[in-house]
C-alpha cells in the first residue's frame, strides 16, 4: 500500500528539501518506487538537489523523465518570474495611482475657500510677535 509522507515548516531555510531529498534517495536506494511533488512554488529547489535541467534543450544523457520534469519546472519558474514581474508593474501602478490622486486632493485642497481664508490670516500674523 503506498505511503505519503509530508515535510512542511512555516520557516524558511530550515533543510526541507534537503530532507526530502535525502529521505526519497534513501526510500529508492532499497528498491522501493518514490514519487515527489514539491510544492514549494517560489523556492523550487529539489530540481537542483536531483540535477534537473531547467532547459528545453535535451542535454547528452538525459533521460526521458528527467527532461519531462525539466520543462515543468521550467514552466513554473516562468511563470513565478512573469508573476513577480507583475506585482511589481502592480506596485509601481499604484503608487503611480496614489500620487495622482494626492495631486488631485492637494488641488482640490488649496483651491478651497476655507484654505483660502486660513492663508490670508496667516499672511496677517506677525510671526515674530506669535513666538514671543
Not at 536506494?29 to 530540481?47: E, F, W, Y
Not at 528545453?56 to 520534469?69: K, T, V
Not at 486632493?105 to 514671543?132: G, H, P, R
Request: some cysteine; glycine content about 4%; charged content about 30%.
Amino acid at each position: 500500500m503506498p505511503k505519503v509522507v509530508s515535510i512542511h515548516s512555516y520557516r524558511g531555510s530550515t533543510g526541507k528539501s534537503n530532507l526530502t531529498a535525502n529521505l526519497i534517495s534513501t526510500v529508492a536506494a532499497q528498491s522501493n518506487r518514490v514519487g515527489l511533488v514539491d510544492t514549494d512554488v517560489p523556492s523550487l529547489k529539489i530540481h537542483n538537489l536531483f540535477c534537473f535541467v531547467l532547459s528545453r534543450s535535451r542535454a547528452d544523457g538525459q533521460n526521458p523523465e528527467q527532461l519531462f520534469m525539466g520543462r515543468k519546472f521550467d514552466r513554473v519558474y516562468g511563470l513565478r518570474r512573469q508573476e513577480d514581474e507583475l506585482r511589481w508593474k502592480l506596485a509601481e501602478l499604484k503608487i503611480e495611482i496614489d500620487q495622482k490622486k494626492r495631486e488631485k486632493e492637494v488641488v482640490i485642497l488649496t483651491e478651497s475657500i476655507y484654505f483660502q481664508e486660513v492663508q490670508q490670516e496667516m499672511a496677517e500674523v506677525n510671526l515674530d510677535e506669535f513666538w514671543s
